[in-house]
């Protein structure tokens, strides 16, 4: 089982920037990427980016293409989330996962499915103001 901690959340105005990392620890014997998601008040859980692990594969919702950006350091096992030029609809409840995703993508929704991810950390709050 591998355990996540999440950090870097915090409160922004509109056009601003932060990034949140997450240290992976234990092992990941099913996993083979890493995504953020987030939640916000009243809504689904959502999926933001994934990374693969085995290829570096980037996956992206469309509405955060182009202003986030997903990496990771495995001398770290650490993956970031890049988040730049924020909206308030950004704002909400930021996890980070591990989870088992398709060795063949056949779509980007299937990737970013939360359904495919079963270790989660505890979140970290990002709130963007207009």
């Known amino acids: 089982q591998v355990q996540l901690v999440e950090s870097g959340g915090g409160s922004v105005q509109a056009g601003g920037s932060l990034r949140l990392s997450c240290a992976a620890s234990g092992h990941r014997f099913s996993s083979n990427c890493l995504g953020w998601f987030r939640q916000a008040p009243g809504k689904e859980r959502e999926g933001v980016a994934v990374i693969y692990s085995t290829n570096g594969g980037l996956y992206y919702a469309d509405s955060v293409k182009g202003r986030f950006t997903i990496s990771q350091d495995n001398a770290k096992n650490t993956v970031y989330l890049q988040m730049n030029s924020l909206k308030p609809e950004d704002t909400g409840m930021y996890y980070c996962?591990?989870?088992?995703?398709?060795?063949?993508?056949?779509?980007?929704?299937?990737?970013?499915?939360?359904?495919?991810?079963?270790?989660w950390g505890q979140g970290t709050q990002v709130t963007v103001s207009s």
């Open positions: 996962a591990a989870g088992s995703c398709p060795t063949v993508p056949r779509a980007v929704s299937l990737v970013l499915s939360p359904r495919r991810f079963n270790s």
